[in-house]
């Protein structure tokens, strides 16, 4: 287990940031002493309240370059908090939530109800250098009032939906005003904010559409590369804070298309066709994605969060062949389970981030940042849905892609809070 996962958490300090500073962990009394001392220096350095205290654990007045290098590489000291290094730390004050109180749960990620031991509900992400307090449903919602935040990608991005409705209707319950069929385009309204919340399906980030063969829909798409997914493209008008993912749905064969013209594709068996890697793919789609953001006179965007590739934990085969994901407990940082394919996803999504940002830099709007959650999730193996039988979801199979409600992906909501909240006067002006 990771060092200090038996450490009892901290108590909660009064005050409504998400992010606090913290000495480095010390054993015993000098622990109390520490925690002493931070509460002066929370006094001290958060009497001003936003957005500095952001600037402390970034490390830097502005979100420029140093700052991501900051908090991605973790540069530095204790003075430099990076949020996305860390540990997963014994919290037994349990989850904000929970499927009593959470009526927007969907039953596919309701693993209480189905049986699997809630263990994996009683951890805390404990960052580098600092701590994360608790999610405040109440400070989100103030910030959000009158925006809408939509979450742009595949089923893993609607997974957060799910983790950031059930935590936000702790104070007011969100309205259902739009969905499909199979819940790819759903949108929930939470009147007494005025707070929009939205999933909009665009698995690819780019263009695209599914390979019918014989009539009959394949696993294959003809995937634009050089056009914004359409539908994301057409919503742009309405956004404001915009949470973009993509990671899965490149593994496939996949056919592709610049400038109308057949390119080359992933995963394809034609040898007259340019065979292109997967990683490669997936940079073109988030750099058009990024870059076709914010060419739109009609765009109200003024943030993009782009998260990162978020690991499967399948053991003992794959998901069609019996894999399992059958943990009870968060794997140490020297276990850490992510198949390299996922870190260098992770770092290719940093990298375009990173890209996107230096060149929007100065243009009115367009703040780009990361959720870096890579390394936090591979440590979970033990936070997903797994095996239910009566589960209609994966028909019989393991389902250690999604996570589970409550869980550790609830803390990708900490981040976007602290995210947001360092954005927080921007988004108020307008
Ligand atoms: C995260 O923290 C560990 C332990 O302090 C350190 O060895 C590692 O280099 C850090 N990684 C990153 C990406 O900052
Ligand atoms: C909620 O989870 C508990 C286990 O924690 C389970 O016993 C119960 O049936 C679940 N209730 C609902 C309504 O899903
Ligand atoms: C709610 O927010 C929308 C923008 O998202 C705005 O157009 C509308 O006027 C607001 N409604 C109220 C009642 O404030
Ligand atoms: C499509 O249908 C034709 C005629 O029925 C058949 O010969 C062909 O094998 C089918 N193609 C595929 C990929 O199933
Ligand atoms: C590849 O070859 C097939 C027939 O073998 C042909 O139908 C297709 O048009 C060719 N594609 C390209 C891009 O040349
Ligand atoms: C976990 O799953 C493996 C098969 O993948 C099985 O051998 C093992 O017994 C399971 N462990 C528990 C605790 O259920």
């Known amino acids: ?109 309701n693993c209480g109800k189905y049986g699997k031991p809630m263990d994996y509900a009683n951890w805390r992400w404990m960052p580098q250098g600092c701590d994360m307090a608790r999610f405040e449903p109440q400070l989100f919602l103030h910030i959000v009032q009158g925006k809408t935040l939509a979450f742009a990608g595949d089923s893993m991005g609607r997974n957060q939906m799910e983790s950031l409705l059930c935590l936000l209707s702790q104070v007011e319950s969100p309205t259902k005003v739009h969905s499909d069929t199979e819940d790819k385009f759903t949108t929930w309204h939470f009147r007494s904010h005025n707070f929009t919340l939205m999933a909009l399906w665009t698995k690819f980030l780019v263009e695209e559409s599914q390979r019918e063969i014989n009539g009959t829909l394949s696993q294959s798409h003809d995937m634009h590369l050089d056009k914004l997914d359409a539908r994301l493209a057409a919503s742009l008008h309405e956004i404001n804070i915009l949470v973009l993912s993509s990671s899965r749905w490149f593994f496939r064969t996949n056919y592709l298309y610049e400038k109308g013209k057949l390119i080359g594709c992933i995963y394809c068996s034609e040898d007259n066709i340019t065979s292109f890697s997967v990683n490669s793919v997936i940079q073109r789609a988030f750099r058009t994605a990024l870059s076709n953001l914010n060419s739109r006179p009609e765009s109200r965007l003024q943030l993009t969060v782009v998260r990162t590739a978020t690991p499967a934990h399948f053991e003992n085969g794959v998901w069609d062949t019996g894999g399992t994901c059958n943990r009870t407990e968060p794997v140490g940082e020297g276990t850490t389970m992510t198949s390299a394919g996922e870190l260098e996803i992770r770092n290719i999504q940093v990298e375009e981030a990173n890209r996107a940002q230096k060149e929007n830099n100065h243009k009115e709007g367009m703040n780009i940042e990361i959720l870096d959650i890579t390394k936090a999730m591979s440590m979970r193996p033990d936070g997903h849905p797994g095996l239910h039988w009566d589960n209609q979801w994966m028909r019989g199979y393991s389902d250690c892609s999604h996570w589970c409600l409550p869980g550790p992906i609830d803390m990708w909501n900490d981040l976007l809070l602290a995210v947001i909240t360092k954005y927080r006067k921007n988004l108020e002006v307008q």
């Open 1 to 109: 287990m990771a060092n200090g996962s038996e450490s009892i958490p901290p108590p909660d300090l009064n005050g409504t940031n998400p992010i606090r500073k913290l000495g480095p962990i010390l054993p015993g009394g000098r622990r109390a002493l520490a925690l002493m001392l931070s509460t002066v220096v929370f006094v001290l350095v958060f009497s001003n309240y936003y957005p500095e205290q952001i600037q402390i654990f970034y490390g830097s007045p502005e979100p420029t370059d140093t700052y991501h290098q900051t908090a991605i590489t973790g540069q530095g000291n204790n003075e430099n908090c990076n949020l996305f290094n860390g540990t997963w730390v014994r919290d037994l004050r349990g989850p904000i939530y929970t499927n009593m109180t959470c009526p927007t749960m969907p039953n596919s990620k």
